[in-house]
C-alpha cells in the first residue's frame, strides 16, 4: 500500500480591507454639530471663541508680567533676548 502526498488547496489572495474613511477634526465635528440645533451651534461656537481670546489674553498678559520681572520695559526687549 503506497501513501500519496496531500496536495496544499490553492493560496486564495488575502482579502483586502474596508476602505476607511479617514477621521478628521472635520469629520468629527459634523457628526456633533448634525445632532445640535442652529441655535445650539452658533451658541457653543461662541463660548469657544471667547474662552479661546481669554486664552489668548492671559498668555499675553503673563507673559508682559514675567517681562517687567526680568526688567523688560518695552517689547522690543521680550524679541532681543
Known sequence: M????SN???LQPAPSPPRRIPVTPAVLRSI???SRT???ERSISRVAFFRFVG???SCV??????AKGWGITSGA????Y
Open 55 to 57: 486664552f489668548l489674553l
Open 38 to 40: 442652529p441655535h445650539e
Open 61 to 66: 498678559g503673563i507673559s508682559l508680567t514675567a
Open 8 to 10: 496544499p488547496p490553492p
Open 32 to 34: 456633533f454639530a448634525s
Open 2 to 5: 503506497s501513501i500519496k502526498p
Open 77 to 80: 526687549g521680550l524679541l532681543a
